[in-house]
């Protein structure tokens, strides 16, 4: 199965916009990028999803390179309640599996 | 609140046990997936059902087995349970389960195996 690559921690201060990288070298070309994010003791919760072309919803932006072999979460101002664990995961068309990899853990410092 | 509810939230049992785990998806949803998280690690993916069929397979054990009834609620049963299996246990639901729809997770069944 194609797998994602992520930092482990990336810190940012309140208010500021974070940027949330994610390897996926090995994507096919109709897999979708996913994002999810977990707080502690808490079911990870949707963030955003896309295939090709940039996406934004109320939570975040999602910029997807050229090639898809990488992509950004963006917040655009974050707050203390996004600290959480982000994951950046794989759709797989083939199979419908959504497979997580380690995850980035995001500090936000008052 | 996901829609997705999963039962019991707490279970302690001894090792050479069985238990069982259950998910209810969000109405409407077809797919059901089971993920394994260990401490400090990440989401391990089990298995998947869609309308009741086995869909994908991921790294579950032989001890544990799943199925997805005609309601659409599932269950994961665990076996000849070791203290490894000690984990959070993730139900996720989704309309589709083709992998570009979003999937809503319940809130989780903490195992603990003495």
């Keep these: 199965d194609a797998k994602t690559t992520q930092p482990n921690s990336m810190e940012s201060n309140e208010e500021e916009p974070v940027h949330l990288p994610c390897n996926h070298s090995t994507i096919s070309g109709t897999d979708y990028i996913h994002w999810y994010r977990q707080l502690p003791s808490q079911g990870p919760e949707y963030v955003i999803h896309g295939l090709t072309s940039n996406v934004n919803n109320r939570m975040a932006s999602l910029a997807i390179a050229e090639d898809r072999k990488s992509s950004t979460l963006i917040l655009h101002r974050a707050t203390l309640r996004d600290a959480a664990v982000y994951y950046c995961i794989l759709g797989l068309s083939n199979t419908g599996k959504l497979i997580f990899g380690q995850g980035t853990t995001l500090q936000v410092k008052p | ?114």
């Design chain 2, 1 to 114: 609140d996901s829609g997705v509810t999963q039962t019991p939230k707490h279970l302690i049992t001894a090792t050479g046990q069985r238990v069982t785990l259950r998910c209810s998806p969000r109405s409407g949803d077809l797919s059901v997936y089971w993920y394994q998280q260990s401490l400090d690690q990440g989401l391990q993916f089990l298995i998947q059902y869609y309308n009741g069929e086995e869909r994908a397979k991921g790294n579950i054990l032989e001890r544990f087995s799943a199925q997805q009834f005609p309601d659409l609620h599932s269950e994961l049963n665990l076996s000849s349970l070791e203290l490894g299996d000690s984990a959070l246990y993730f139900c996720a639901s989704s309309a589709r389960g083709n992998g570009n729809t979003e999937a809503f997770f319940g809130q989780g069944t903490r195992l603990t195996v003495v």
